[in-house]
């Protein structure tokens, strides 16, 4: 029977999001709060089967294109000098795709803790960090897990004092928002409200719950599109029901809402059911 590794693949939210230009190389030159969540999904490997093999419920691989699980695994292992042996991965999916929340970008970053813990348990974290920067931007992150300030491409990393406890409210709407758009109206216009990062940063070096939940800011909801009015709605909604603060996460179109009182965040996510999927979650420290 074969020996199956299992890891949890926890979202992220992002508390702050900023946007400082458009780079050289064609990427966008980031600086965002960011903060893993304890709403996850859970990634399976085990060794066998031809080439690699990745399952998931709803998912076709694509023709003739490599899936970013093995696009990692592949540089996991070239990182190591040997050849990659056969591996079959399975995921199943709790965090919403196209939501914001990292859930692609986590399911990779399990993926490569569970390589590291079968193939390299001495592999040092920021070595992991880097081979999923070959991978994608905001993976280091994801990795790493934690409170952490992200800049650059999202893959120059600081560790932040953690987010003090609460609870944290998610709602998705029933609709993507292509992140591309997003990118372009924000370079084609001069951004007005920017959100405040050095208040954030103190509020969470002074454990300030209400000061850093006050300058939850994402310079996306300034370039938002008036199809996607829902987001500030939801927003509305989660404020009105007792949030600290609320803000969209990433380039949306979840939102989120920060209680201190898990009896107020069970109640805000009853009023956001009829506005999309609602889930409730705590913040999470480094991932191991």
């Not at 348990?121 to 994801?142: K, N, Q, R």
């Not at 990795?143 to 491409?153: D, H, N, P, S």
């Given at each position: 029977m074969k020996r199956t590794f299992r890891r949890e693949a926890p979202a992220k939210i992002n508390l702050a999001l900023d946007i400082l230009g458009k780079r050289p190389d064609g990427y966008h030159e980031l600086r965002s709060v960011m903060q893993t969540v304890s709403l996850c999904d859970s990634v399976e490997l085990a060794e066998g089967g031809e080439g690699f093999t990745l399952s998931m419920a709803g998912f076709?691989?694509?023709?003739?294109?490599?899936?970013?699980?093995?696009?990692?695994?592949?540089?996991?292992?070239?990182?190591?000098?040997?050849?990659?042996?056969?591996?079959?991965?399975?995921?199943?999916?709790?965090?919403?795709?196209?939501?914001g929340l990292g859930g692609g970008s986590a399911d990779v970053a399990a993926l490569l803790r569970?390589?590291?813990?079968?193939?390299?348990?001495?592999?040092?974290?920021?070595?992991?960090?880097?081979?999923?920067?070959?991978?994608?931007?905001?993976?280091?992150?994801?990795?790493?897990?934690?409170?952490?300030?992200?800049?650059?491409?999202?893959?120059i990393l600081t560790d932040l004092p953690p987010l003090p406890d609460c609870w944290i409210v998610l709602c998705k709407p029933p609709f993507p928002i292509p992140t591309p758009t997003l990118f372009a109206r924000a370079d084609s216009i001069a951004i007005r409200r920017r959100p405040d990062i050095p208040g954030m940063l103190e509020a969470l070096e002074n454990r300030d719950l209400e000061g850093g939940a006050a300058r939850i800011g994402n310079v996306f909801e300034e370039v938002l599109p008036p199809e996607f009015s829902a987001v500030f709605t939801i927003r509305d909604t989660l404020l009105a029901a007792g949030a600290l603060g609320a803000g969209m996460s990433g380039s949306g179109p979840t939102v989120f809402g920060i209680f201190r009182e898990e009896f107020a965040a069970w109640e805000a996510r009853k009023r956001t059911l009829p506005q999309g999927e609602s889930y409730v979650a705590k913040p999470l420290g480094k991932l191991s």
């Open positions: 076709t691989p694509p023709e003739g294109k490599k899936t970013l699980e093995q696009r990692a695994a592949e540089a996991f292992f070239a990182r190591l000098g040997r050849e990659m042996p056969p591996l079959t991965v399975a995921i199943t999916k709790r965090t919403p795709a196209y939501a569970l390589l590291r813990d079968r193939y390299a348990p001495e592999m040092e974290d920021t070595t992991l960090e880097s081979i999923g920067a070959e991978v994608g931007s905001d993976m280091p992150f994801c990795v790493r897990g934690g409170t952490a300030l992200a800049e650059g491409r999202g893959e």
